[in-house]
């Protein structure tokens, strides 16, 4: 069984501070998506990192894949308000024949004060 | 128009009623699955159907039961939940199931609420 901890499980920040969240396994993973959930709404698809140490940046959000596909971090510069909501990652792990299966973590819940 | 519509948001039903979940999808996308999202767990995987076929049930007791009557519909018919059966029921859409990159699109879900 493939487990995927985030870290940390809660951050509370000000406005405007940087802040990194953690995705960790001990398997190794084709491919890596993260997500944002908002109050009320489900996961939304952000990035997916598919080789080792790839970096991808979105606005203020910088994504990078562990260079042995066993882990993920999530950065954000000058965070808001509207980075608020649960931050998920999966990972996509080979379950035979070619075909791959999502494991998701428990999420990094993001409170920004303003 | 939204994606993935999930119907209802909300929903409270006794121990002994029977109730569906509705999930439509209006992306093209030919998989469609079932979550549960509980406090402090990961998003757990209940079932899932491609193109119309269920290919995966994740020993998901059997007061929960699914059926997926074209690749843009899916339902989760309830009966005789428990307490600990309350939570947030996602549904989800992809192109097809067992893609390395396939992204998933996610519904708001219902908040199920078993008193």
Known sequence: TQLLEQSPQFLSIQEGENLTVYCNSSSVFSSLQWYRQEPGEGPVLLVTVVTGGEVKKLKRLTFQFGDARKDSSLHITAAQPGDTGLYLCAGAGDSGAGSYQLTFGKGTKLSVIP | ?115
């Open chain 2, 1 to 115: 128009e939204t994606g993935v519509t999930q119907t209802p948001r909300h929903l409270v039903m006794g121990m002994t009623n029977k109730k569906s979940l509705k999930c439509e999808q209006h992306l093209g996308h030919n998989a469609m699955y079932w979550y549960k999202q509980s406090a402090k767990k990961p998003l757990e995987l209940m079932f899932v159907y491609n193109f119309k076929e269920q290919t995966e049930n994740n020993s998901v007791p059997s007061r929960f039961s699914p059926e997926c009557p074209n690749s843009s519909h899916l339902f989760l018919h309830l009966h005789t939940l428990q307490p600990e059966d309350s939570a947030l029921y996602l549904c989800a859409s992809s192109q097809r199931t067992g893609e390395r990159h396939s992204p998933l699109h996610f519904g708001n879900g219902t908040r199920l609420t078993v008193t």
